[in-house]
């Protein structure tokens, strides 16, 4: 197996070959978004069209609201294969269910047209651990509506009003890669076994059938360090994040974590951990730790000197202060880093320990026991896996693991 350097160079060696203006798109997968309405299909698959939207009215939904957003979807859906199209390209159509490795094989680029969510969605069944045997097929989204979404991960809302543009430019090569890193799970234990995931829009199991990795025997350093014997990598890469917690959000979690393999034990009572990558920083991460100006000023109202003329002025500017904390947070897509935020710690008698165990730091690795009851280690919002008392996974970064996206602007 290559070593971590020797992946890095081959990795860098694949890609300066493989520039925009050699990028050649003949074939273009549009990955379509599940909307309200669909889900409510599928929830309801023996009713008709007249009976689901009766009983959604009866259950209170603004049903026209529903129709409405749908139908702003799919007419944005036929805007970009027909953009796709005027460009001689030919186009596949695929689903949260159609969504399989061998049509995204078949493309030269994944188009996702809907949200984040549906980026995401893509994401993780795109660019396969392992990748350098293979050109990485790119990732460009489109914001469907970008009046009610804020669609980070998509194209600047300008191409959801002109998506040919963006199209052209595509195909004519004026554009740039964009590399976002991604997390990579791998548990730990005295077996090579994986419980089954769940799909948690779909709340139904799904096969690991992107990826097959093989158990492996630890080296004796790690299965020492860890108490552990076996590893397998989870086939699901976090694009945003991934998070460890109780199911029921009032039950407490305990955790301990292991930071950059150092030989302290970090433990913690909280309300789960967010491990976060420079692409998901702007998501939860910063909903984790942001701040408000009513924070701001809070705390400068209770400075000893808080009727001093200096204090004064900073009160007048509480807004501009909690803005430049929280631009603080945000840390580039292809930062190798990591970020974890430890949600509401417990701080009270013994925990956390020790002391000075931080809330919110930048790492290369986390390592996560659990002691929890009913858990669940999260990928990106989606992809769920059991994760309760004496289950042990490691979060870490490669670069062979990130995510090749197309960026316009």
């Known amino acids: 197996m290559l070593k971590?350097?020797?992946?890095?160079?081959?990795?860098?060696?694949?890609?300066?070959?493989f520039t925009p203006a050699n990028f050649k798109l003949e074939r273009a997968l549009v990955v379509t978004k599940l909307s309200r309405y669909?889900?409510?299909?599928?929830?309801?698959?023996?009713?008709?069209?007249?009976?689901?939207?009766?009983?959604?009215?009866?259950?209170?939904?603004?049903?026209?609201?529903v129709l409405y957003l749908h139908n702003l979807h799919k007419d944005f859906e036929r805007r970009i294969v027909q953009s796709f199209q005027n460009v001689g390209c030919e186009v596949k159509l695929a689903s949260r269910s159609s969504l399989s490795k061998e049509v995204m094989r078949w493309a030269d680029v994944i188009v996702p047209v809907g949200g984040d969510g549906t980026f995401l969605l893509s994401a993780g069944r795109a660019s396969p651990l392992f990748a350098l045997s293979q050109q990485k097929t790119p990732i460009v989204g489109f914001n469907s509506d970008p009046l009610h979404s804020e669609g980070r991960l998509m194209l600047p809302k300008y191409f959801s009003e002109n998506p040919s543009d963006a199209v052209s430019r595509i195909k004519s090569g004026d554009f740039k890669w964009m590399h976002r890193s991604r997390v990579r799970t791998t548990l730990l234990g005295s077996n090579g076994k994986i419980p089954e995931s769940t799909d948690l829009f779909r709340h139904t199991e799904v096969k690991m059938e992107q990826v097959t990795t093989q158990p492996e025997v630890l080296d004796p350093e790690m299965a020492s360090k860890y108490k552990a014997k076996m590893k397998r990598i989870l086939p699901y890469l976090a694009?945003?994040?991934?998070?460890?917690?109780?199911?029921?959000?009032?039950?407490v979690s305990h955790l301990q974590l292991v930071l950059d393999h150092q030989d302290v034990v970090n433990k913690t009572k909280c309300s789960g951990l967010c491990v976060s990558t420079g692409t998901g920083s702007t998501s939860w991460h910063t909903s984790i730790n942001r701040i408000t100006s009513r924070d701001v000023d809070a705390l400068l109202r209770s400075l000893p000197n808080s009727d001093s003329e200096d204090v004064l002025r900073l009160r007048e500017n509480t807004e501009e202060i909690a803005q430049r904390y929280n631009q603080g947070l945000l840390f580039p897509p292809d930062d190798p880093r990591l970020c974890y935020s430890i949600r509401e710690q417990i701080c009270v008698g013994v925990w956390p320990s020790p002391k000075t165990f931080k809330e919110r730091d930048f790492v290369q690795s986390v390592f996560v026991k659990s002691h929890c009851i009913d858990a669940n280690l999260v990928i990106d919002g989606s992809i769920s896996y059991p994760f309760n008392?004496?289950?042990?996974?490691?979060l870490e970064i490669y670069p062979e693991d990130a995510l090749l996206t197309i960026a316009l602007d």
Do not use: C
């Not at 669909?38 to 007249?50: D, I, M, V």
């Not at 694009?239 to 039950?251: D, K, P, Q, T």
């Open 4 to 17: 971590s350097s020797q992946l890095v160079q081959q990795f860098a060696k694949e890609y300066a070959k």
């Open 38 to 65: 669909e889900f409510e299909q599928l929830r309801h698959p023996g009713l008709s069209k007249e009976q689901l939207e009766q009983k959604l009215r009866n259950r209170g939904t603004d049903v026209e609201m």
């Open 239 to 251: 694009l945003n994040e991934v998070f460890i917690g109780e199911h029921l959000s009032a039950r």
């Open 389 to 394: 008392d004496g289950a042990k996974a490691l």
